[in-house]
Nanobody, 117 residues
Framework: QVTFVESGGGLVQPGGSLRLSCAVSGIIVSIYDMNWYRQAPGKQREWVATVISESSGSTTNYAGSVKGRFTISRDNAKNTVYLQMNSLKPEDTAVYFC????????WGQGTQVTVSS
């Protein structure tokens, strides 16, 4: 059984920072491409960032809207993936989901991020 514990979301003012965590059990995150997606109210879920598997070099990729502000990372010892979010904007408000991809995919339950003054 694969389970995700996502945390770190909350309310933050524009320009602020948050760090999301995605602690996973049941799979080894280092052999998966680990992703963050987000879904704003009334909008489709969109891809945010990826760190590819360790065997493929752990390369990171970002959506243009977050590049330079967000950083995805992985701690293999903790089997956890992070998303450091800086310079947050109101348009970053969404539910953020962790997604593990390999031959099949697994979704986390999501954590709410609200950027508002």
């Amino acid at each position: 059984q694969v389970t995700f514990v996502e945390s770190g979301g909350g309310l933050v003012q524009p320009g602020g920072s948050l760090r999301l965590s995605c602690a996973v059990s049941g799979i080894i995150v280092s052999i998966y491409d680990m992703n963050w997606y987000r879904q704003a109210p009334g909008k489709q879920r969109e891809w945010v960032a990826t760190v590819i598997s360790e065997s493929s070099g752990s390369t990171t990729n970002y959506a243009g809207s977050v590049k330079g502000r967000f950083t995805i990372s992985r701690d293999n010892a903790k089997n956890t993936v992070y998303l450091q979010m800086n310079s947050l904007k109101p348009e970053d408000t969404a539910v953020y989901f962790c997604y593990a991809a390999r031959t099949r995919g697994y979704w986390g339950q999501g954590t709410q991020v609200t950027v508002s003054s």
